[in-house]
């Protein structure tokens, strides 16, 4: 069955370090590839999203991705965190024009 | 600015109550999706629309319905609420091939 793994729960960052959140799909063909971002009490925010082409693929807010096909993952990058990307973070994969498969998050916490 | 809009952003009901959730997109986009979100569950798709009149089980349909009578507005429907439908309601619609949801602001839903 198609599935989306989220490894990461939580994840704490100092503002101005670094981010990486994973993310790892199962299908054996390569799908469509989004990330979407939640603040508290919001609704799902579309980060970026990678169809083909380029395996590095930027989004807003500063954030990039990359496509790495061997290891069926899509992890998302910032390379400098503000205190306003503390949010909830999920991954999604869809194949063709089917429905998304999410992850289960990733929460973001960010300490000044 | 696409916009899809849920009526309500907080619910309170009473077990056995019928509930309706509303949303409507101004985007005429032909697919539209209601999922739930619990902690640690991700989005986990109740049901989807490719079109007025068509609906589509997700993967927990057991006690929800829906309606899509016009294209721009897609209604789920508990028909006897029940402390387990405690969630928040994420309401998404997506234009006709492969790209991300747009989604609503979402309804959190008590139910008593």
């Known amino acids: 069955a198609q599935s989306v793994t989220q490894p990461d729960i939580h994840i704490t960052v100092s503002e101005g370090a670094s981010l990486e959140l994973r993310c790892n799909y199962s299908?054996?063909?390569?799908?469509?590839l989004f990330w979407y971002v939640q603040s508290p009490g919001q609704g799902l925010q579309l980060l970026l999203k990678?169809?083909?082409?380029?395996?590095l693929v930027q989004g807003i807010k500063g954030f990039e991705a990359e496509f790495k096909r061997s290891q069926s993952s899509f992890n998302l990058r910032k390379p400098s965190v503000h205190w306003s990307d503390a949010a909830e973070y999920f991954c999604?994969?869809?194949?063709?024009?089917?429905?998304?498969?999410f992850g289960t998050g990733t929460r973001l916490q960010v300490f000044p | 600015d696409v916009k899809v809009t849920q009526s309500s952003r907080y619910l309170v009901k009473r077990t056995g109550e019928k509930v309706f959730l509303e949303c409507v997109q101004d985007?005429?986009?032909?697919?539209m999706f209601w999922y739930r979100q619990d902690p640690g569950l991700g989005l986990r798709l109740i049901y989807f629309?490719?079109?007025?009149?068509?609906?589509e089980k997700g993967d927990i349909p057991e006690g929800y319905s829906v309606s899509r009578e016009k294209k721009e507005r897609f209604s789920l429907i508990l028909e006897s609420a029940s402390t387990n439908q405690t969630s928040m309601y994420l309401c998404?619609?997506?234009?006709?091939?492969?790209?991300?949801?747009?989604f609503g602001s979402g309804t959190r839903l008590t139910v008593v």
């Open positions: 990678y169809f083909s082409g380029d395996t």
């Open positions: 299908y054996g063909a390569t799908p469509y």
């Open positions: 629309s490719y079109d007025v009149k068509m609906k």
């Open positions: 985007m005429d986009h032909e697919n």
């Open positions: 998404a619609s997506r234009p006709g091939g492969a790209y991300g949801y747009t």
């Open positions: 999604a994969v869809g194949y063709n024009t089917d429905k998304l498969i």
